[in-house]
């Protein structure tokens, strides 16, 4: 009797919650829906049906596939590096170095400010001046005289993008860092050891001990990093504001929804992005409660 | 376990998160509280949030506040974007009942076709036969900010695109004049490129794109068939646009190569500090190149946009009123302010504006604002694009990104079709 009451309790506290979020997150999604399947256009709601005109009308328009082409090519950058720079510096602070604590917050101090502020910083270090007005990383690299490396990096023509992924980089392997170490750590010492025994060479451990330990960690990461690069707009706008070539669906979904007033072409932008992300996150979901189930 | 089911929560936190991005699109926030009502107020809600806009604003608010002491003015202005924040903030409002007594908007098809198509504002002509505003405005101005004869806005102040701005000293060690038509302009930039000047045409971010555009594509045309394209009477797919649109690429192959990355007031600077020679921006440029210490016809001299002398093309800030205004007579009061000599005189001088109407007070303006002031007089008066006169904002949205394709690819034709398609799905083209 006591267990139902403190069941009913529970339920009491969390419903408000719930209802909250039933209306705010599963609500608005279903009216988003409504609206990407309308033409409306212009201050005032039109909700006559066009069914999935504006899905259609997408899949034609040469702005979106360059914000397809953008999206995929700054996740496989920003996700790939932000991995491979977080694992090199968790596996180096894992050498049980000195000063490890301060090394630690040094990387992960870039996730406690936000894209905006990393965005206006890196829109001044990639300043793509050329000439008299170098300046930025371009004045560093001109004064020691590294000329060749001397980039118009986010304004290089067809793979100015690939330059975002930099800040982003920047701003989340740290964190990505903290991931690995927490996993690191989570590797027994003993395991190490029996494999020195054995007679494995250091590379030998990481590539068949450490490496495939690490895998549900890197999952995860690619999860966090891929839902996040997905969605990216505020390092973009802080970096280059509203620009074509850097143009990503997010963008697009608000210069058409608040600047052109096409409400129902907004609206699919935002859906195609929720489908896009759930095709990330739910099979990840779903074993992880797989998982769940089985221990 | 624990671990696990962390890891779960935090997942099941993240795609509630990713769900919000989805849903943010066209839910309506909840809109700002609305100040506490009282009988006498009025709420005045505009994007003018600091530097000489908001000084301006104050400036023209002292005014009201002498006449109608009685009348509380409630600020509302929203920063950030140049009014794009503002904009979306006032959608929200409108959409959820909330509308304020008056909004800031520019003058023409920003607010026509937007406001009046969703039926959310009343005709002010009472205000302007009332006023006599009629008289003292340019009569070419009054067709543009109307629709079927009824007026819609009060404008306030006056700024002009088709300025180019340019370098006094580079232009006379060249022994160049001033180019006044297309041809001498070219030539102009072709012999400082000669000379050495690798981009003698600063531009800036993709914005100043299009008010070059505008600028070329009004020189190319001529007042009469610039204003055919914008009613639907001259298609866009006609060889006179093409002409334009091939004018506008060549003039293209004379600006500097980090444009995109340049706001409008990097690309005004390097006319100043002499990496350029010429630069299109409107006519705020004035009040920062003075901002920034240098003296005009010293520092910076100007002349209309080569090939459109004689025709002014504007833009202006203005008000409107709603209907269903919650007080409608305040805001009446506010338009009437808005309206008059000593309120524009109030605001302008501040702003770095001309007053829209023709009889402000000479001595209160620059040198600059007083050439302008003649011109604007005199001129015939044409919209700018990029600044919300002249197509609604679905339309210039749809030749914004024609523009920025443009700006990838160059292929001219493809811009021409792109125009000829946005004419269709949002202007006055069938």
Excluded at chain 1, 125 to 145: E, K, T
């Amino acid at each position: 009797m006591r267990y139902k009451t403190e069941q009913l309790q529970g339920f009491a506290l969390v419903a408000p919650s719930i209802l909250a979020v039933l209306i705010f997150v599963y609500g608005f999604i279903g009216w988003s829906m409504r609206v990407s399947l309308s033409q409306w256009k212009g201050l005032l709601p039109d909700y006559t049906w066009v069914g999935l005109q504006n899905y259609l009308n997408l899949f034609k328009d040469p702005r979106f596939h360059i914000d397809i082409r953008n999206t995929v090519i700054f996740t496989l950058l920003f996700v790939g590096g932000s991995l491979v720079l977080g694992l090199l510096l968790a596996i180096l602070l894992d050498q049980g170095l000195r000063g490890e604590g301060f090394f630690r917050s040094l990387y992960m101090f870039p996730l406690a400010i936000s894209f905006i502020v990393t965005g206006v910083v890196w829109r001044w270090l990639m300043n793509p001046a050329q000439g008299a007005r170098l300046s930025g990383l371009n004045l560093i690299f001109d004064s020691l005289g590294l000329d060749f490396l001397i980039s118009k990096w986010h304004t290089t023509p067809q793979w100015g993008i690939a330059f975002i992924a930099i800040p982003a980089i920047w701003q989340m392997s740290g964190y990505t860092m903290a991931l690995y170490l927490g996993g690191l750590r989570a590797i027994p010492d003993s395991l190490r050891e029996a494999a020195r025994v054995d007679g494995a060479s250091e590379l030998q451990i990481y590539r068949r001990i450490i490496f495939p330990l690490l895998s549900p960690i890197t999952l995860s990461a690619m999860i966090i990093l891929g839902h996040i690069s997905l969605k990216v707009f505020d390092l973009i706008i802080a970096v280059a504001g509203k620009q074509l070539p850097l143009d990503v669906p997010a963008i697009y979904m608000w210069t058409t929804t608040f600047d052109g007033n096409f409400y129902g072409r907004g609206a699919a932008i935002g859906i195609l992005l929720l489908l896009s992300v759930a095709v990330l996150v739910v099979p990840y979901l779903r074993y992880n409660i797989k998982q769940e189930a089985e221990l | 376990m624990r671990n696990k089911t962390l890891q779960l929560l935090l997942i099941g936190l993240l795609l509630a998160l990713a769900a919000c991005g989805g849903g943010e699109t066209t839910a309506p926030e909840g809109a700002a509280a609305p100040p506490a009502a009282t009988a006498n107020q009025v709420e005045v809600f505009s994007w003018w949030t600091g530097g000489g806009e908001a000084a301006g604003l104050d400036a023209m608010i002292a005014v009201f506040k002498e006449k109608y002491p009685e009348i509380t003015f409630v600020n509302a202005a929203v920063a950030g974007g140049a009014g794009t924040n503002a904009r979306a903030v006032l959608a929200t409002r409108l959409q959820a009942g909330d509308a304020p007594d008056s909004w800031q908007g520019h003058a023409g098809q920003e607010l026509i076709g937007t406001y009046v198509a969703a039926g959310q504002l009343e005709p002010v002509n009472f205000l302007f036969e009332q006023n006599g505003w009629i008289e003292v405005m340019p009569e070419t101005l009054i067709p543009l900010i109307s629709q079927d004869g009824n007026i819609y806005s009060v404008p306030v102040n006056i700024h002009r695109a088709n300025v180019m701005w340019y370098s006094p000293t580079i232009l006379a060690e060249n022994g160049i004049q001033p180019p006044q038509s297309m041809d001498e302009w070219f030539a102009a930039m072709d012999a400082l490129q000669a000379g050495g000047m690798a981009a003698p045409l600063a531009m800036g971010e993709q914005w100043t794109a299009l008010h070059l555009f505008e600028t070329v594509l009004l020189a190319s045309l001529g007042p009469d068939k610039y204003n055919d394209v914008w009613e639907g009477d001259l298609d866009w797919g006609s060889p006179e646009v093409k002409t334009a649109l091939e004018a506008f690429a060549k003039v293209l192959t004379y600006t500097n190569s980090d444009a995109a990355a340049l706001s409008w007031q990097d690309a005004a600077q390097l006319v100043v500090n002499g990496s350029s020679a010429f630069n299109v921006m409107g006519d705020w440029a004035e009040g920062y190149f003075r901002e920034i210490g240098f003296e005009p016809n010293i520092g910076y001299g100007w002349v209309p946009t080569p090939g459109t002398g004689g025709t002014f093309q504007f833009l202006s800030d203005s008000f409107v009123l709603p209907v269903g205004a919650p007080h409608r007579d305040a805001a009446i009061a506010w338009l009437t302010v808005a309206g008059s000599r000593e309120g524009q005189d109030a605001f302008n001088p501040v702003k770095g504006s001309i007053p829209a109407r023709s009889d402000g007070d000479r001595a209160l303006y620059g040198e600059y604002l007083l050439s302008a002031m003649d011109d604007w007089a005199n001129d015939i008066v044409v919209g700018s694009l990029t600044h919300g006169v002249v197509a609604n904002d679905s339309w210039k949205s749809e030749i914004d990104t024609a523009m920025g394709l443009f700006l990838i690819n160059g292929n001219v034709d493809a811009f021409q079709q792109a125009l000829v398609a946005a004419c269709v799905a949002s202007g006055p083209c069938q």
